[in-house]
Structures are given as structure tokens and as C-alpha cells.
């Protein structure tokens, strides 16, 4: 099976840039819905972006403008690149894959079928 593991996580100041990568192994597909989520202390986690095979994207609203998300098929590696960072964006960030499937193009998840697949976690820290 799938094996995700995600780094670049660390400090920032509030309107700064942080660039997560997510490094994919092991027994994957060519058609897939993989995308990254976050989770503050106490909360529950929460959907950020998705990125399909053919490259198509959807952001949540609180991200939207702010934060890009990106693949290199060559290196096997899924990115989120996050910009005009506030401290509301401190959080664990995971990323996750689901794969023989698409992402969801209506309205509520980003996701057609949960990601069955998860990161470890890299943490990401803003401060005013």
C-alpha cells in the first residue's frame, strides 16, 4: 500500500510563506484525489486542498488566494504552498490520498470518497 510522509513544516511570522511536501511510496495508482488537512489543538481536523490525476484543484474558502497546491509526478511529491500565512493557519498539517477515484467537483467535501490513505504530520506555527 501507500505510504505518505510529509515535511517542510516550522515557524513563521504572520504575512510570511511556508512550503509543505508531501513525498508518496509504495503501491500507488494513476488515477487519484489527494490533498492535505489540518488540525489545531482540541479541534476536529479539517479539509484544506485537493488535487486530482488530470491536475484539477479546489481549495476551501479560508485558504483561497492565500495557498497553492501542486504535484511533481516525476519526484512523486504533492506540495502546498502557503502564502500571506495568519496565525489562524497554525496547525498540524497532514496530507492523504484515495486513489482508483476523483475529487469531489460539488458543493460540501472536497472529497468524492475519503482518503484511505494518511502523512504523519508536519507542524506549522504563526506568530503576529
Known amino acids: 500500500q501507500a505510504h505518505l510522509a510529509e515535511s517542510g513544516g516550522g515557524s513563521a511570522q504572520a504575512g510570511g510563506s511556508l512550503r509543505l511536501s508531501c513525498e508518496v511510496s509504495?503501491?500507488?495508482?494513476?488515477?487519484?484525489?489527494m490533498g492535505w488537512f489540518r488540525q489545531k489543538p482540541g479541534q476536529e481536523r479539517e479539509e484544506v486542498a485537493v488535487?486530482?490525476?488530470?491536475?484539477?484543484?479546489n481549495y476551501e474558502e479560508f485558504v483561497k488566494g492565500r495557498f497553492t497546491i501542486s504535484q511533481d509526478n516525476a519526484k512523486a511529491t504533492l506540495y502546498l504552498q502557503m502564502d500571506s500565512l495568519t496565525p489562524e493557519d497554525s496547525a498540524m498539517y497532514y496530507c492523504?490520498?484515495?486513489?482508483?477515484?476523483?475529487?469531489?467537483?460539488?458543493?460540501?467535501?472536497?472529497?468524492?470518497?475519503?482518503?484511505?490513505?494518511w502523512g504523519q504530520g508536519t507542524q506549522v506555527t504563526v506568530s503576529s
Open positions: 492523504a490520498a484515495a486513489y482508483l477515484t476523483y475529487c469531489n467537483g460539488g458543493g460540501g467535501s472536497l472529497w468524492y470518497n475519503p482518503p484511505k490513505y
Open positions: 509504495g503501491s500507488t495508482y494513476s488515477s487519484y484525489c
Open positions: 488535487i486530482d490525476s488530470d491536475g484539477w484543484t
